[in-house]
T-cell receptor, first 119, second 113 residues
Framework: GAVVSQHPSRVICKSGTSVKIECRSL??????MFWYRQFPKQSLMLMATSNEGSKATYEQGVEKDKFLINHASLTLSTLTVTSAHPEDSSFYIC???????????????FGAGSRLTVL | LAKTTQPISMDSYEGQEVNITCSHNNIATNDYITWYQQFPSQGPRFIIQGYKTKVTNEVASLFIPADRKSSTLSLPRVSLSDTAVYYC??????????????FGQGTTLQVKP
């Protein structure tokens, strides 16, 4: 089945630095990927929709200059947390839909997530 | 996007059948219902998806009444490893669709020995 890989799984950085998280669709092409963040004991919150070859669409309240998304190919989307601060510490999860399968039943496949800790 | 409502938590014992119901009163005609399972510090994992009536796979069954305003995920004979958060999501699907999915609060299932 469809597999989405995220890297790194864990990252610790100092306040003020930038961190890049990669999301790859391993066995399918994804024109659209989605980025979520999740705080402890909370549900997933959609941050943005990443569109291959065009600008990402951000959800209300998500700073586009803070969370840079690049979707340069059909199998790779990246999320860069710029000038990270402790409040950006969270679990970031990407997902993609394999649209090459049955048209009426494709589902979102999620990556394993990336735990960001900002000191 | 259709909003979903689930119980916040449920307890069960090993070997029992667990039924988790989700309400989605404003589901649209082209919306599918999908359930995901999430373990701590992992991404959600697809369990089952349906449009109407009943769907069954190797791990669960999904019951959807005719009005589609609710759905019930049924887990037969749960084990300790089924302790997780279960999310019900509603959204349009199709090979040309790029619909986003909004997660509700989910149901934390605790299976006890």
């Amino acid at each position: 089945g469809a597999v989405v890989s995220q890297h790194p799984s864990r990252v610790i950085c100092k306040s003020g630095t930038s961190v890049k998280i990669e999301c790859r669709s391993l066995d399918f092409q994804a024109t659209t990927m989605f980025w979520y963040r999740q705080f402890p004991k909370q549900s997933l919150m959609l941050m943005a929709t990443s569109n291959e070859g065009s600008k990402a669409t951000y959800e209300q309240g998500v700073e586009k200059d803070k969370f840079l998304i690049n979707h340069a190919s059909l199998t790779l989307s990246t999320l860069t947390v710029t000038s990270a601060h402790p409040e950006d510490s969270s679990f970031y999860i990407c997902s993609a839909r394999d649209t090459g399968g049955d048209s009426g039943a494709n589902v979102l496949t999620f990556g394993a997530g990336s735990r960001l800790t900002v000191l | 996007l259709a909003k979903t409502t689930q119980p916040i938590s449920m307890d069960s014992y090993e070997g029992q059948e667990v039924n988790i119901t989700c309400s989605h009163n404003n589901i649209a005609t082209n919306d599918y219902i999908t359930w995901y399972q999430q373990f701590p510090s992992q991404g959600p994992r697809f369990i089952i998806q349906g449009y109407k009536t009943k769907v069954t796979n190797e791990v669960a069954s999904l019951f959807i009444p005719a009005d589609r305003k609710s759905s019930t995920l049924s887990l037969p004979r749960v084990s300790l490893s089924d302790t997780a958060v279960y999310y019900c999501l509603v959204g349009p699907y199709g090979s040309s669709n790029t619909g986003k999915l909004i997660f509700g609060q989910g149901t934390t299932l605790q299976v006890k020995p």
